[in-house]
């Protein structure tokens, strides 16, 4: 079970997580709060499930994650202000923040790995999907919807990156209430650093990657192009160096090779 009080002592947002939607099961949490119907409007609710049966993940993969042991949830942003800003740059900054989360309070080393993984010795211990609303030309919201394996510690099937949990690095059982509210406190953080320097938010994602300098294959849908991840430019899109030409990825699954 989820202890709210553990989590309420340790939450030191604002917004984010003040609206708290706990869910035994549901499909997906990042499809609930996006149906219309289940009325999810508050700026920075939170929808936490402990079993997701049509779990969500990038380029419409599964995600899969066992009743009651990690933290699956998704968050809701209208803020205008927020979603004005490059989304691109906010992905990278979600999965920075679990990486300096998990890295805080469990004295781990983290990675991120492009375009939103965080890893841990190249294990993937958690991943981002991000989802959104359009009116017309503008983005009405955004859902920003994250599983972190946190107690799990075997994973069936087959996985695009070998996955991990922070139990099976640290052999401890995981207070998931306290890593939610460390998220949450640090996501609120780096909201207001991207509504004022964006690009300070790239420069840490860059520092926390352990694949940049590095001979990369990035797949596009089956498509292999191979040469040395340079960096990010002002957008957030890698910079593979194929040969003497620097390309823009702008999607793909990198691996180191
Ligand atoms: C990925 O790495 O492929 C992204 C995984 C995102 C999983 C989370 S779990 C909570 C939220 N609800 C979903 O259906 N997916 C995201």
């Known amino acids: ?12 947002t604002s917004l984010l997580g003040r609206n708290f939607i706990y869910l035994v099961e549901i499909a997906s949490t990042n499809t ?8 999810i409007i508050k700026d920075g609710s939170l929808v936490l499930a402990e079993k997701q049966t049509k779990g969500k993940g ?21 803020d205008k202000k927020l979603l004005s800003k490059n989304l691109n740059i906010l992905n990278l ?17 983290t990675n991120v ?3 939103n993984d965080v890893l841990i010795n190249n294990k ?30 075997s994973f069936m099937g087959e996985f695009n990156l070998e996955p991990t949990s922070i139990k099976l690095i640290t052999k401890n059982n995981i207070e998931r209430e306290k890593l939610l509210a460390e998220i949450l406190n ?47 430019e002002e957008n957030g899109f890698l910079l ?12 793909g699954d990198i691996n180191v090779e």
């Open 58 to 78: 990038r380029r419409n993969r599964v995600w899969y994650s066992e009743k009651g042991l990690n933290l699956n949830f998704s968050i809701l942003i209208t």
């Open 113 to 115: 790995k492009w375009p």
């Open 124 to 153: 993937k211990v958690a991943g981002i999907l991000l989802e959104t609303n359009s009116q017309g030309n503008s983005i009405e919201k955004l859902i920003i919807g994250i599983g972190v394996n946190v107690n799990q510690t």
């Open 1 to 12: 079970m989820f202890d709210f009080n553990l989590f309420d002592i340790k939450l030191e």
């Open 186 to 232: 640090n996501l609120e953080y780096i909201f207001q650093k991207i509504r004022s320097n964006p690009n300070s938010v790239l420069t840490d994602w860059v520092n926390k990657c352990n694949s940049i300098g590095k001979r990369i294959d990035v797949n596009q849908d089956g498509k292999v192009l191979t040469g040395v991840f340079e960096g990010l």
């Open 32 to 39: 609930f709060i996006l149906d219309k119907k289940n009325k």
């Open 240 to 251: 593979l160096k194929v040969k003497d030409k620097l390309n823009k990825i702008y999607f």
């Open 93 to 109: 900054g979600v999965s920075l923040v679990i990486a300096n989360s998990i890295e805080n309070l469990y004295s781990v080393q």
